[in-house]
């Protein structure tokens, strides 16, 4: 029997809340090369009425950690965000809450209130993905103003927040790392890490005032031996113990292993972000409509929808029928792998 996916395994939940945005980053789902809207995603906020039907004692029994990260929004474009915050910590404060966002939304006044928020919960941390400074932090994440990015950014750590930089590296910003990492640092981040662009290259178009460009990025190999970074300036609280299942099942799955599973703006409950950021254009032979209402956590259990998940994973999985598996970019072999 499939041992991922069942709900004891599942240990955190990645939350897409929203599939609003204020970017135009080139790679994103959301949009076609840096430009217009995907056709066929519909705008979305969750609503407070899913939210409250997904955070629930009985769901986040056996969760440690709620992730904010999104496919197709960012998550400070949630106009009822602080009161899902407010609901998860009445429910369960003893969990670790990681946030992703690009900064550029909503005012200081607001990430103030965050920062005063998430500060009661044992950990929290967010990754703000600034891939540059002032002259070309938006050459990727179109759209965002430098001054307003960095005066949310300053109120949010001002109020107790932690903030780690988290940049891309290009080869337009692979020069002036060292100065991004000291910016980071002076502004009161806890941390700077670098990622690498798994894109690469990106081809962007021409939109709106944006022009079009191509966007080149050092090799794994390159980043691996002189780009990789993570500076820490100080001390935060201890991650809540977020493991999962040792790689011992007849499957490689990454999320599985992790004991992750992510849900949507509309409610959904999917495997991961892959399949769940695939849903719009249908690019992958996975059964969307056999999920149907069997994954709305609207109408079932957490417990009931990843059941329900991992005996149908399991049973294509040993058939090797879903080919977004079968090419899963979350590890360097395709999957599944079935032994039995």
């Not at 809207?37 to 407070?48: A, C, F, P």
């Not at 939210?51 to 009985?58: A, D, G, P, Y």
């Not at 002032?134 to 965002?144: D, K, S």
């Not at 109408?299 to 009931?304: A, E, I």
Request: charged share 20%; glycine share 8%; hydrophobic share 35%.
């Amino acid at each position: 029997m499939n041992k991922m996916f069942r709900f004891h395994t599942i240990k955190k939940i990645e939350v897409d809340c929203t599939s609003y945005c204020n970017a135009f980053c080139g790679a994103c789902d959301r949009n076609v090369n840096g430009g217009p809207t995907v056709d066929g995603l519909g705008l979305n906020h969750i609503s407070l009425d899913i939210w409250k039907s997904l955070i629930t004692r009985e769901n986040l029994e056996y969760i440690n950690e709620i992730i904010f990260n999104g496919n197709f929004g960012d998550f400070s474009m949630h106009p009822n965000f602080i009161e899902m915050i407010d609901h998860l910590l009445m429910v369960k404060n003893d969990i670790y809450v990681n946030l992703h966002t690009n900064g550029g939304a909503r005012s200081p006044e607001f990430w103030s209130m965050l920062g005063t928020l998430l500060s009661k919960f044992t950990k929290h941390d967010i990754k703000w993905g600034i891939d540059g400074l002032e002259n070309n932090h938006n050459l990727y994440r179109r759209g965002l103003d430098w001054n307003k990015r960095i005066a949310n950014l300053s109120a949010f750590n001002s109020a107790g927040g932690n903030s780690i930089w988290k940049c891309i590296v290009f080869d337009y910003n692979k020069d002036i790392i060292d100065e991004i990492s000291n910016t980071a640092k002076s502004l009161g981040c806890v941390a700077f890490q670098t990622n690498r662009n798994r894109s690469f290259p990106i081809e962007m178009i021409q939109y709106k005032e944006f022009e079009a460009g191509t966007l080149t990025s050092p090799t794994i190999y390159e980043f691996n031996r002189l780009y990789k970074r993570r500076d820490s300036f100080r001390p935060t609280n201890r991650t809540p113990d977020t493991s999962a299942l040792p790689p011992d099942t007849s499957f490689m799955c990454p999320y599985g292993e992790d004991g992750m599973v992510q849900v949507d703006p509309w409610g959904n409950i999917w495997p991961c972000c892959y399949i769940s950021g695939r849903q719009v254009d249908r690019n992958t032979n996975f059964p969307y409509e056999l999920c149907g209402k069997n994954i709305c956590i609207k109408s079932n259990s957490l417990k009931d929808i990843t059941e329900f998940m991992s005996d149908y994973l399991y049973k294509e999985w040993k058939n090797q029928s879903i080919d977004l598996c079968n090419r899963c970019s979350g590890i360097s072999r395709p999957i599944p792998i079935y032994q039995g």
